[in-house]
């Protein structure tokens, strides 16, 4: 444990980031996956819906989509810009794909 007043700050900043940054994380895997089981279960209706917005069983949007975490990551630094344009970049090349077969 830290002795110093600066390095004890500093473990509690580090935490609190650490906290959020997995919490945003989690979001996007819970998306992700979704999404990918839309995908592989061939239901083009379902992946649009939750990479535009998430779409509980009631038709009712219950939080951000897939394409909106990862807008929200890139903004936050969780993760690289680069990064975040190459996951929307590969999920839409999914979409297009199901669309053509």
Not at 41 to 53: C, E, P, Q, V, Y
């Amino acid at each position: 444990m830290p002795i110093i007043a600066s390095a004890k700050k500093a473990l509690k900043q580090s935490r609190k980031k650490h906290a959020r940054n997995s919490h945003y994380k989690k979001l996007y895997s819970e998306s992700r996956v979704a999404f990918e089981k839309a995908i592989k279960a061939g239901d083009l209706k379902t992946a649009k819906s939750i990479f535009a917005n998430k779409v509980d069983k009631d038709g009712k949007t219950t939080g951000s989509g897939l394409q909106s975490l990862i807008d929200k990551l890139t903004k936050k630094n969780i993760i690289h810009p680069n990064n975040g344009s190459r996951k929307k970049s590969k999920f839409v090349k999914m979409m297009k794909t199901l669309e053509t077969a």
